[in-house]
Structures are given as structure tokens and as C-alpha cells.
T-cell receptor, first 115, second 113 residues
Framework: AQTVTQSQPEMSVQEAETVTLSCTYDTSESNYYLFWYKQPPSRQMILVIR??????QNATENRFSVNFQKAAKSFSLKISDSQLGDTAMYFCALAVYNQGGKLIFGQGTELSVKP | KAGVTQTPRYLIKTRGQQVTLSCSPI?????VSWYQQTPGQGLQFLFE???????NKGNFPGRFSGRQFSNSRSEMNVSTLELGDSALYLC????????????FGPGTRLLVL
């Protein structure tokens, strides 16, 4: 069975600072993908960043980057230059190749960016 | 391209009733997945449809069912509603399913009284 764990239910950061959200996962499969999704208050879930497990290079998308440690099964998200619009619930998710169309989500981290 | 749309956005039902929720995927996407989001259980996978066939199913009772039409639109049905079915129901579409990126709709918020 696959699991995803986010150990930080809530975090806060000052505007313009950097924050890192943690995620660990467990799977015995070798072919999988990892995602970070963002769900702003009362708004829909959007993709932040995606990482293919076979790629050693960490994914980046503008101010968002990941630290993918495959051996440790760790997949943290770093947000640089935090903005008020980054306030949201962040979910880490795992997709395994032979489990079509199924995302396994962590419990989420509620991030507040303070002015 | 238009995003994933879900109707209705809000729904109030009473115990024992049944409900049908609809999801229209992004144009060209053939896979639709459904999720239930609750404060206690988080986001849980219900099922995935691809080319009108259910390819994967989560651990939900048989009261939860779905289908997909030839235009990739999908519906999910919950029969004999229980209070615990109150949740935000999200659908997501992707090009081919599998490990491809899923794009989410705004959700249908269901309240069972």
C-alpha cells in the first residue's frame, strides 16, 4: 500500500521570506510521480509542481522548487519570496504507474503568509 | 481551453435520497477521476474512468457509482445518502490517466441533512 505523510498541519511565514513544506511517502513501486497541489481558501485545487521519480534533477517552477530525496522517500516543497497569494492548503500527492488515475494525498499543510 | 467544470456547485439532500454529480473534463482529456474531500478523512480517491470504462476504484461502498460518456463527461451517483457523505466532491481530468497530471474542477459541495 502507498502512503503520503505531511507532518506539518499548519505553518506560517512572513511575506518575502522562504518556507519549506515537508512530505514523506512510501511505495514499493519504482515508477511513480510526485505532485504538490495548492488549494486556496474556497478556490479550486491547482498544480504547483510535479516530479518524475526517475529524474534525479529537482523540479522547479518559478518561486517553487522541490527537494526530492528518493532513498529517503522525501519530497519537500520550498517556496521562495512568499507572497500573500501563496496562502492556501498545500497537498503532497503520489501517483503510481500501475494504479491508473489514482492520486494518494497527504493530509495537507495549511500555509499562512503574513504581511 | 476551458477548465474542468462541475455541476451543481452546491447541493443539499436528506438522508436516504440519492444524488448525481456531473463533471466535464478539459477538452481532449479522456480520463476523469473522482475524489471525496472531508475534514476528517482528507482527500480520498473514489474511481477513475477512461474511455467509458472504470479502470480503478477506491475503498468506497457500492452506493458510490459512476459512469463516463462517449464525450468523456462523467457522472457520479451516490444512493441512499448518509450523513457521512457530506463532503466536497472533486473531479479531475487528465489526457490519458495513469500518472499524468490531473487538473481539478471547483468541486460540488454536498450537505446531507
Amino acid at each position: 500500500a502507498q502512503t503520503v505523510t505531511q507532518s506539518q498541519p499548519e505553518m506560517s511565514v512572513q511575506e518575502a521570506e522562504t518556507v519549506t513544506l515537508s512530505c514523506t511517502y512510501d511505495t514499493s513501486e519504482s515508477n511513480y510521480y510526485l505532485f504538490w497541489y495548492k488549494q486556496p481558501p474556497s478556490r479550486q485545487m491547482i498544480l504547483v509542481i510535479r516530479q518524475e521519480a526517475y529524474k534525479q534533477q529537482n523540479a522547479t517552477e518559478n518561486r517553487f522548487s522541490v527537494n526530492f530525496q528518493k532513498a529517503a522517500k522525501s519530497f519537500s516543497l520550498k517556496i521562495s519570496d512568499s507572497q500573500l497569494g501563496d496562502t492556501a492548503m498545500y497537498f503532497c500527492a503520489l501517483a503510481v504507474y500501475n494504479q491508473g488515475g489514482k492520486l494518494i494525498f497527504g493530509q495537507g499543510t495549511e500555509l499562512s503568509v503574513k504581511p | 481551453k476551458a477548465g474542468v467544470t462541475q455541476t451543481p456547485r452546491y447541493l443539499i439532500k436528506t438522508r436516504g435520497q440519492q444524488v448525481t454529480l456531473s463533471c466535464s473534463p478539459i477538452s481532449g482529456h479522456r480520463s476523469v477521476s473522482w475524489y471525496q474531500q472531508t475534514p476528517g478523512q482528507g482527500l480520498q480517491f473514489l474511481f477513475e474512468y477512461f474511455s467509458e470504462t472504470q479502470r480503478n476504484k477506491g475503498n468506497f461502498p457500492g452506493r458510490f457509482s459512476g459512469r463516463q460518456f462517449s464525450n468523456s463527461r462523467s457522472e457520479m451517483n451516490v444512493s441512499t445518502l448518509e450523513l457521512g457523505d457530506s463532503a466536497l466532491y472533486l473531479c479531475a481530468s487528465s489526457l490519458g490517466g495513469g500518472v499524468e497530471t490531473q487538473y481539478f474542477g471547483p468541486g460540488t459541495r454536498l450537505l446531507v441533512l
